[in-house]
């Protein structure tokens, strides 16, 4: 199974948020995109992977929402907006609560849910420019990849982190998170993990 975990420092931890001005609501749009290049397929989904989205946003950060697509799981691309909104709004105070089928919220940092997906045997990978090439290293079956927003992961715990994953890197150029989860995703694909 592949997992992402997209971080964003700004983007809102409750369901508060106009869907008419993502960008206003921590740049949501960015986490938005990143989630349907890393779930969704022309007339599919995929059932391969995972998306995580850590937002540390205000009013109450972190919140963690988990996606994983199931048979029952409902969800349409041009509405994942809403259905964010409608996860933040049913987050329940020191639960992970299943709002949706395969569709979770909960609050939980970057850091520790990183330290969860390393003890279920996954192998992390953060992308980062001054990595090694994405198309060189070995990645197992069971890996994750790690992406922030913008303004990426905060100093403090991407040095932590850094212990704990391997960084690669997509290219030479910079490129927005959804395109980079769009990448990683044929390169999986390509490889046939």
């Known amino acids: 199974m ?4 997209y971080f964003s420092r700004h983007a809102q931890t409750s369901g508060n948020f106009d869907v008419h001005d993502l960008m206003r609501a921590g740049r949501m749009d960015i986490a938005i995109h990143s989630l349907i290049a890393g779930l969704f ?4 989904f995929r059932k391969d992977a995972i998306f995580h989205l ?4 205000q009013p109450d950060p972190p919140k963690h929402i988990e996606i994983q697509i199931k048979d029952e799981t409902v969800i349409s691309k041009k509405d994942v907006a809403n259905l964010i909104k409608k996860v933040l709004y049913k987050y329940r105070e020191g639960e992970k609560h299943e709002v949706f089928p395969g569709i979770s919220v909960e609050k939980k940092s970057v850091m520790k849910l990183i330290e969860e997906l390393e003890k279920e045997g996954n192998e992390i990978f953060i992308l980062d420019k001054k990595g090694e090439s994405l198309r060189k290293v070995k990645i197992p079956e069971d890996c994750a990849f790690v992406l922030g927003d913008q303004d990426g992961i905060p100093l403090k715990e991407l040095k932590r982190l850094k212990k704990l994953m391997t960084p690669v890197s997509i290219g030479p150029k910079t490129y ?5 989860v769009a990448i990683v995703n044929n390169e999986l ?3 046939g993990i």
């Open 2 to 5: 592949r997992h992402f975990v």
């Open 176 to 180: 927005f998170a959804s395109q980079t």
């Open 54 to 57: 850590v937002f540390y946003g």
């Open 189 to 191: 694909d390509v490889r």
């Open 41 to 44: 397929l022309s007339h599919d």
